[in-house]
Structure formats: C-alpha cells, structure tokens
C-alpha cells in the first residue's frame, strides 16, 4: 500500500496548476479588491487595485528552484500595484483566498513588509528589505494553512503598532509543504499588497531582501508533514521584536468597498457635463400697431451630455463595464452586475 507521504507527492504532482490567489483584503471594515490573476492579465484595461500583478494564470507558485531569484519576491513576473490602501498602523488587516486552500496543501503561513522610500507604485522591488511581523506553523495541533481555512479561508495579520509612518509592501505568503519530503517539492505562493501607514510610531525594523529568504534544503522548506514528532521550524528571517508568530484569528466584516488610491493621493477628478443653456429668441407679434413689437421667451429644455457605456460581450467579475472612454463588454457575467464607482470606471461585483 501506498504510504501518506508518496500519495501526496502524487497528489502534488497531478495538481501542478494550484491553487490560489487573495482577491481581496478587509481593513478596518472597508474592503479593497486584490489582482486577479486568472482575469486581469486577459483584459486590456482592469481596474486599478492594491494587489500587485503576476504572470500566474494557473495560480501556481514559486518552486524551490526559483528562491534565489526575483519571482520568490512577490510571485511570478510580479510587478507594483497601481494604487494602495491606508491603514493605521496597529490595525488588523484580512487576506482572503481564492479559491478554498486545499486541505492536503498544509504549512506555513508567513507575513513580512518592507517600507518602499517613496511611491510603492513605482518602486523596484529588488531594492526592498523584507522585516517579518508573523509567521506561523505548526502549534503541536494545527498547522497555519489549515487555520486560515477554517477562519473563512482568511488571515489576520496586525500592522506593528508603533511602525513609522509611510508607504509598504505587505508580502503574504503561504507555503505547501505535500511534497515537501522531496528536493523542489515546497510551493511558496507569495502575494503582495500597496499599503500607507498612518499613525505616529518611529520603528523602521532592519530587513533583508526576499531572495535571502529561504534555501531548497532549509529545515522549513525540505520538509516530510508525516515526521513523528512533528516539531517544525518556520523558515525565513527572525520576527522583529514584539512580534508573534500569529495573533488570534478572527473573520472580518466588511461595511463598505473601497478603491485603490493613486500614487500621490489624488483620485480622478469626475469630468463636469456638457450643459447647453436655455436659449431666447425674440419674434415679432402683428397687432393694428406696427410701430409696436411683443417679444416671446421660449425656453429649450437642458441638454446634459453624460458618458454611457459601450455596448459589448460579456464582462467576467470583477472586470470593467462602463466609465468615460470605456469600450469594452457592458453585461456582466451570470451572477455579477455592472456597479457605478465614479464616471471614468464601473465594474462587475
């Protein structure tokens, strides 16, 4: 018979496509969409989020292999989101994956940032130093993943309470240790968020670069989840002081939707109507008098020039359907409708 550790290699090797990405993030009760691998990379114009984009469609992750090399930093072909979010320094942050983590996908679950010394829209990600503020693995009962599971298929991270002020990268990351016996067999699936920390704290923790993280053979990554007893070693850099491993794992309602901010804080100024005024014309009225004119007001009524979207195809969820200039697809997928956010953009939720 065959023993648990070769049947989830086996496993792990049939589903080389997985298996997920967060699509969205909760703070402070308002909600920021993330990238959506799987469809932004297919449209010509997707909204603007605070989730960094990737070049993994199939929702795959980073092997072993590639620790050493720019994909390990926020996943594969990982470039700047184009907006970010603001969050208070102290407060807790959500990550919720898509789809459901598999259950045979256990292991770590790890968060770091690394302050981006400007616009993080328009950093170069090799320059980041990553500090660590959680990174949790198996309490003797549970391991991370599993938590995060069963917390709604969510994390709870807290953004140290006494982080100086300014722009982040927060770097999210699960990693899959099913085939993990084997050399090349972990998968990190790191993920990356924009975020403008606000508050009044001093501490800018040291950090390391992401490529410094891990190695193939480290003792967290070149690891059997059958060894008796388990006692597992989370990989990476230490925590900074006063961080724990994991606080205590909560869901998190969201009240409202929000959209990513811009780099520099503006948001798009919406485009004033084209109104054509009301118009006098003066006719004249033939009494027994000619020497004597009545004039007569008419008024035409106002003519208001709005942006309407263009008709088209099918949107997916979470897609753009309508805004100024807009030329795509207007429906929505079966289950979505197109929802105004402001005249240059409307999407699908």
Known sequence: ???????????????????????????????????????????????????????????????????????????????????????????????????????????????????????????????????????????????????????????LVQIPADLKPGNYVLRHEIIALHGGANINGAQSYPQCFNLEVTGSGSNLPAGVPATSFYTPTDPGILFSLYTTPLRYPVPGPALIPGAVSSIQQSSSVATSTGTATPPGGAQPTPPMPTVIFPTTTTTPAVTVRPTTLQTTTTAAPPQITTFLPAPGGTQSKWGQCGGSGYTGPTACAAGSSCSVLNPYYAQCV
């Open 1 to 155: 018979m065959l023993n648990k550790a070769l049947l989830a290699s086996l496993a792990g090797a049939s589903l080389v496509a997985a298996h997920g990405h967060v699509d969205y993030v909760i703070i402070d009760g308002v909600k920021y969409q993330g990238y959506d691998v799987t469809s932004f990379p297919y449209q010509a114009n997707p909204p603007r989020v605070i989730g960094w984009s990737a070049t993994n469609t199939d929702n795959g992750f980073v092997s072993p292999d590639a620790f050493g090399t720019p994909d390990i930093i926020c996943h594969r072909g990982a470039k700047p989101a184009q907006g970010h979010a603001s969050v208070k320094a102290g407060s807790k942050v959500n990550l919720h994956w898509n789809p459901v983590w598999p259950e045979s996908h256990q292991g770590p679950v790890i968060d770091y940032m690394a302050a981006c010394n400007g616009p993080c829209e328009t950093v170069d990600k090799s320059q980041l130093k990553w500090f660590k503020i959680d990174g949790a693995g198996h309490d003797g009962t549970t391991w991370a993943a599993d938590a995060l599971v069963a917390n709604g298929n969510s994390w």
